[in-house]
């Protein structure tokens, strides 16, 4: 009787926990239908290496070694488990039971025990990252420690119902095969088995619920990751990293462009919400977050989240929030309750705004787009096209912007430059040097490479130093090469970064138009942000050449011997990675091999360097909008490297550059401490 009233236990509490968990994941997944189709390539092949390399892999996790460690563990740990704890569900129905495959069963308890330890040692190490050394990035109180509970509890209930199984069935186990279940079965050898049965089922109890519990409280925490996650890595964008989804200004049927509400936010891009783990290494790393602006990261889709639950509960009519009577206090549940099941209405009485009053507009013109937190992201979340959509939306919706950022696209429009200078200077750079020669499209009469030299290049007067410097070397090696002089326009990378889609597109169409008529098949250019979407962005409007980083023709240079550096360069270089060059396409050795190709360069690696480097302050249209909070990326990254003591900060960025040697000039150091690119550097050593 006792049995059967136990067995019927089982399911009652199984069946309602299922049912909890059905309503629950289903509830998130018809919120995140509430967004827009996401067209994604298939791409198979590729989502299948992605979930390889990042789930099963853990290679974003792994950048922080100990917590790595410690979530590789908790991983393959609960896979391992799960098979012991089916048998130890069964043996609460048949006494003694274990999984019929013989002498094999010895390791099979040994490989549980021992995963059951590990794992258990892994939440104390989880508690003490988080309670004890207060890691910076973690969320701490009672909320952000219930799996450290659920976890322990699952834990020590599987050693405990083993232990006291061992004394019910009258055995005193194997210490070989069972080494902690068997010690402490000896601390209670004294036991009679009646009192063992009842301890057994008692734990066998205890973990049944919390198991339950677990499973159930998972789909509705920052644990619901657990769930997403995967789905999430597999269903990312696998266009290239950075790359912006473009807005068709042909369909009529858009009545507003970017994202002024949750639902106009793509599918899988609200699958990003859920599979958030709020481990904070986005905003740890963060430029922006780091030097006090409003904007953090994790905070940025953390709240998009819970917006998206509360409005999703009210529209569908649908609780997020199970079982209800525990969480009858929480927003989204007493908005669900209070829907009237018309869509129309239970909008209107969720009077919420995305932007202003979840986003605020600080947070969306703080991003430098440096993708600084999409590279930590071990889930493959993707926080800057977001931003990016939401800017869309106040510029091309709402005509809302700062000032700067108006002036800009005015400029850009007018005269095709930040500055507004009449666009008919644009070529007036190339005389400042009567060592160079620098023809342009209709004066040569062939060229193998177009250099773009762009805004800063043509117009800023650092800059044109940097393109100089880079027509020397081409001159020196004898590649054949051409500029579009007056007829060069901005890339429009910036105005994309920016929000105005309208005016990016409008100057790429310029753009590929200029190159189909000078009949332009490899572009070279000095700037990072132009390189990245000629090689990335224009291809979708038309584009067909061969694009390349002035850094990449250099090594080609240097390994081809058409240049040799031998005049001995006497620097310590601290080397800047540009995040456009390095994040975004993934350069990083290329710069390091010709800086160690010049006799007498001593390279200097700052301690945030290659992907995990600090952006300069530039990127995102920051280069043009003020800085109102906090203190000045540029400040802060020029710190970083003066703390190498360096006698010249190296940079491949007209825009780097500009901004580090603001900061050496902020640090009144701009007479020791040289700010140069990487043509300069080449230049005098030839």
């Known amino acids: ?11 009652l509490v199984t069946g309602y926990a299922v049912y909890l968990i059905l309503h629950v994941v289903y509830s998130r997944i018809t919120f995140i239908k509430l967004g827009k189709k996401s067209n994604l390539k298939e791409d198979t092949k590729q989502r299948i290496h992605e979930v390889l390399v990042n789930v099963f892999g853990q290679k974003k ?90 976890l322990s509890t699952l834990m020590l209930s599987i050693l405990l119902s083993l232990t006291f199984e061992h004394l019910w069935l009258g055995e005193p186990g194997n210490a070989a095969y069972a ?103 986005c905003t740890n790393m963060c430029p922006a977050s780091g030097t006090g602006k409003t ?12 917006h998206l639950t509360e409005k999703g509960a009210s529209i569908t009519s649908r609780t997020p929030w ?3 009577f525990i969480f009858q206090d929480n927003k989204a549940n007493t908005l669900a309750a209070a829907a009237t099941g018309s869509e129309v209405a239970a909008t209107a009485q969720y009077e919420v705004n995305l932007i202003g009053d979840v986003i605020t507009e600080e947070e969306l013109w703080a991003c430098t787009t440096c993708r600084n937190c999409e590279d930590q992201c071990p889930v493959a979340n993707e926080h800057v096209e977001k931003i990016i959509d939401m800017r869309r939306y106040l510029v091309l919706t709402e005509g809302n912007m700062p000032s700067e950022a108006a002036r800009y696209f005015q400029n850009i429009e007018r005269q095709s430059n930040p500055w507004g200078i009449n666009r008919k200077e644009r070529i007036k750079w190339r005389e400042e040097r009567d060592d160079i020669e620098v023809p ?93 979407t000629f090689k990335h962005e224009y291809p979708e409007f038309g584009l067909e050449a061969e694009v390349y980083h002035h850094t990449e023709i250099i090594y080609q240079l240097i390994q081809e011997g058409r240049i040799k550096p031998t005049k001995e360069v006497d620097e310590a270089i601290a080397y800047h990675d540009s995040c456009y060059i390095g994040r975004y396409n993934n350069i990083y050795d290329i710069p390091r ?94």
């Open 593 to 686: 091999q010709i800086l160690k190709s010049i006799p007498g360069v001593n390279v200097l690696e700052m301690d945030r360097s290659r992907e995990d480097a600090m952006c300069c302050g530039a990127g995102g249209g920051m280069m043009w909008l003020e800085e109102t909070q906090g203190k000045r990326i540029n400040i802060e990254r020029t710190e970083q490297a003066l703390m190498l003591s360096p006698t010249t900060i190296g940079s491949n960025c007209p825009y780097c550059l500009t901004m580090m040697s603001d900061g050496t000039k902020a640090k009144e150091v701009e007479e020791q401490v040289k700010t140069l690119d990487i043509a300069e550097i080449v230049e005098r050593s030839l």
């Open 295 to 306: 904007l953090s990261p994790m905070a940025l889709i953390v709240k998009m989240r819970d």
């Open 61 to 150: 996790l792994l950048k922080d070694p100990k917590s790595g460690l410690m979530h590789v563990v908790m991983f393959y740990g609960f896979i391992i488990l799960q098979f012991g704890a089916i048998e130890l569900i069964i043996k609460g129905f048949i006494k003694g039971f274990e999984y019929p495959i013989g002498a094999a069963h010895h390791f099979f308890s040994l490989t549980q025990e021992i995963t059951t330890f590990l794992v258990f040692l892994a939440t104390a190490y989880a508690f003490y990252r988080r309670y004890v050394e207060k890691l910076g990035r973690l969320k701490r109180g009672w909320k952000a420690g219930l799996v450290i509970m659920f």
């Open 179 to 281: 080494p902690i279940s068997t010690l402490l079965a000896g601390l209670f050898s004294g036991m009679s088995t009646t009192a063992a049965g009842v301890l057994f089922y008692i734990f066998w109890w205890i973990h049944l619920l919390t198991l339950l519990s677990f499973a159930v409280y998972v789909p509705q925490s920052k644990h619901a990751h657990l769930l997403f996650a995967p789905v999430n890595v597999y269903l990312r964008d696998t266009k290239p990293v950075g790359k912006l989804t473009s807005i068709d200004f042909e369909d009529e049927t858009q009545e507003t462009y970017g994202a002024g509400k949750i639902e106009d936010f793509r599918q899988n891009q609200l699958i990003d919400l859920y599979a958030c783990v709020e481990c904070g290494r």
């Open 440 to 532: 342009t499209v209709k004066e040569a009469d062939e060229f193998e490479y177009l250099l773009w030299v762009g805004s800063m290049g043509s117009f800023d007067k650092r800059s044109q130093k940097i393109v100089q410097s880079f027509a020397k070397i081409l001159n020196v090696a004898g590649v054949k090469f051409a500029v579009l002089g007056n007829d060069e326009r901005n890339s429009g990378d910036t105005a994309r970064r920016l929000g105005n889609e309208f005016l990016f597109q409008q100057l790429c169409q310029e753009n590929i138009e200029n190159f189909q008529k000078y009949e332009v098949k490899k572009i070279v250019t000095i700037d990072p942000h132009a390189y990245n």
């Open 322 to 324: 199970m079982p209800g």
């Open 1 to 11: 009787m006792l049995a059967f009233i136990n067995f019927l236990a089982f399911l």
